[in-house]
């Protein structure tokens, strides 16, 4: 693992469609919005952030095996791959940094095939149902663990 104060935000399927997918479940935020905070607050964090988007699961894939080199620390809103990627599940497994899954929705209170995230057994954290914020939590709790080590 790095010892980079580097963060890689990672969003899957359908989040380059926030704003406008069904906004009273996602909220009214972009996606280029958030991002945009997102490097904001991890500049006043002492971070660095570099963002991206995929429908892709491989290429998401191929993003967290290149990130084992490069940083110290993920986010990740897999989307709907939450549920179904074992593939995201291993190469995540494989990194070494702080893992934290985010939801913008609360996954528990939806459909049931929601409420098991395969993601989860190979993150640090995870926040659901804040909104946006929950990308705002993430990036906080990065930053003091990456203080502590």
Known sequence: MTQ???????????????GTRQPEVY????????EARCIE????????????????????????QAARQQFAAIIINPGAFTHTSVALLDALQAFEGLVIEVHLSNIH??????HHSY??????GAIVGLGAQGYDLALQAIAARLTEV
């Open 4 to 18: 980079s104060r580097s963060v890689l935000l990672l969003n899957g399927p359908n989040l380059n469609l926030l």
């Open 27 to 34: 909220g009214s935020t972009t996606l280029a919005e958030i």
């Open 41 to 64: 607050q991890a500049k006043g964090l002492g971070l660095t952030l570099e963002a991206r988007q995929s429908n892709h699961e491989g290429e998401l894939v191929d993003w967290i």
């Open 109 to 114: 209170r939806r459909e049931s095939f929601r």
């Open 119 to 124: 993601v989860s057994l190979a993150a640090t």
